[in-house]
């Protein structure tokens, strides 16, 4: 990966974390507010709240909505992992190197810490700057859909009831299931900049659909061949589960041919918005180089 895309992948990490923080500071209450640092500020490749913000620069989207949006998506995805290290869920330990939350604290404040930060996702989208209100809501009803039954939380009950399925997943079933419970946010964070623009949403969202299926089948490929010191988490639990991947189902050499298909069909769909999607191409191209 170019030094530049590294650099600026860091850079809007940095500025997303200090919106965090910022909000957190502001409007946080010292009960809640540890354990909804610990689970948002804790790290991470920030590679959603980059999508939005960059998808922004595109449509010339102000860069203060931008953040906001990028900051929300944080939130939200955060919940998300949050609920899924519980023990009823996929029963975690590490997340980034560190305790999860229902481990550093319990169960309890684990489910409530997810709860606020759901919660805060949609708020920071209530009072975006130079958004259309109409442009905004659909922003608002587009991540309810995508983190809701029929998005990222329908893919967790699909892998959830995987787990106890009599018969591995065929390769369609896992496709709609990581469509579902990865691809959804991806797809959204993609396709924020358009809607906060009010333009056409088609391009990015073909591009979200394909870096999306990429990434997942990226992490399964790390799930086998990854450092779990770099992931930050225990690695290999799907093998161990007897659970169906995309690694299981093509095999290691055709899931990682299937991975580059997808990234040249995703910057293929960026070529509408010419040089200024650069940083969307260098995206999907990390997405299949990433070692974590």
């Known amino acids: 990966m170019p030094t530049d895309f590294k650099t600026s992948l860091a850079s809007t990490a940095q500025a997303v974390e200090h919106v965090l923080a910022d909000c957190l500071?502001?409007?946080?209450?010292?009960?809640?507010?540890?354990?909804?640092r610990h689970a948002v500020l804790?790290?991470?490749?920030?590679?959603?709240?980059?999508?939005?913000?960059?998808?922004s620069a595109i449509f010339d989207v102000s860069s203060q909505a931008?953040?906001?949006a990028a900051a929300a998506i944080e939130c939200l995805h955060a919940y998300s992992l949050v609920h899924d290290d519980l023990p009823?869920?996929?029963?975690?330990?590490?997340?980034?190197?560190?305790?999860?939350?229902?481990?550093?604290?319990?169960?309890?404040?684990?489910?409530?810490?997810?709860?606020?930060?759901?919660?805060?996702?949609?708020?920071?989208?209530?009072?975006?700057?130079?958004?259309?209100?109409?442009?905004?809501?659909k922003l608002i009803g587009g991540l309810a859909r995508a983190s809701g039954m029929n998005g990222m939380v329908l893919g967790q009950a699909q892998d959830i009831a995987a787990e106890?399925?009599?018969?591995?997943?065929t390769l369609e079933e896992i496709t709609a299931l990581q469509g579902n419970k990865t691809g959804a946010l991806i797809e959204w964070s993609a396709t924020a900049g358009p809607t906060m623009a009010g333009a056409d949403i088609a391009p990015l969202h073909l591009y979200a659909k394909f870096i999306g299926l990429a990434f997942q089948i990226?992490?399964?490929?790390?799930?086998?061949?990854?450092?779990?010191?770099?992931?930050?988490?225990?690695?290999?639990?799907?093998?161990?589960?007897?659970?169906?991947?995309f690694v299981s189902l093509l095999g290691m050499d055709?899931?990682?041919?299937?991975?580059?298909?997808?990234?040249?069909?995703?910057?293929?769909?960026?070529?509408?918005?010419?040089?200024?999607?650069?940083?969307?191409?260098?995206?999907?191209?990390?997405?299949?180089?990433r070692n974590m």
């Not at 920071?124 to 700057?129: K, W």
């Open 25 to 36: 500071l502001s409007k946080g209450h010292g009960q809640m507010t540890d354990p909804m």
């Open 42 to 55: 804790n790290g991470g490749k920030r590679l959603r709240a980059f999508l939005t913000i960059h998808s």
């Open 66 to 68: 931008a953040l906001q």
């Open 88 to 137: 009823c869920m996929d029963d975690d330990d590490l997340r980034r190197g560190q305790p999860t939350v229902h481990v550093k604290w319990d169960d309890a404040t684990a489910v409530l810490t997810g709860d606020a930060l759901q919660t805060l996702a949609f708020e920071l989208l209530t009072d975006l700057p130079d958004v259309a209100p109409s442009n905004a809501l």
């Open 164 to 169: 106890t399925a009599n018969a591995p997943l």
């Open 218 to 245: 990226q992490d399964d490929i790390l799930d086998v061949e990854g450092d779990a010191k770099l992931a930050g988490k225990r690695l290999q639990k799907d093998a161990d589960a007897g659970k169906a991947t």
């Open 254 to 289: 055709a899931a990682k041919a299937r991975a580059n298909d997808l990234v040249t069909q995703a910057c293929d769909a960026l070529s509408p918005y010419g040089n200024r999607a650069d940083p969307m191409r260098q995206v999907a191209q990390f997405i299949i180089n």
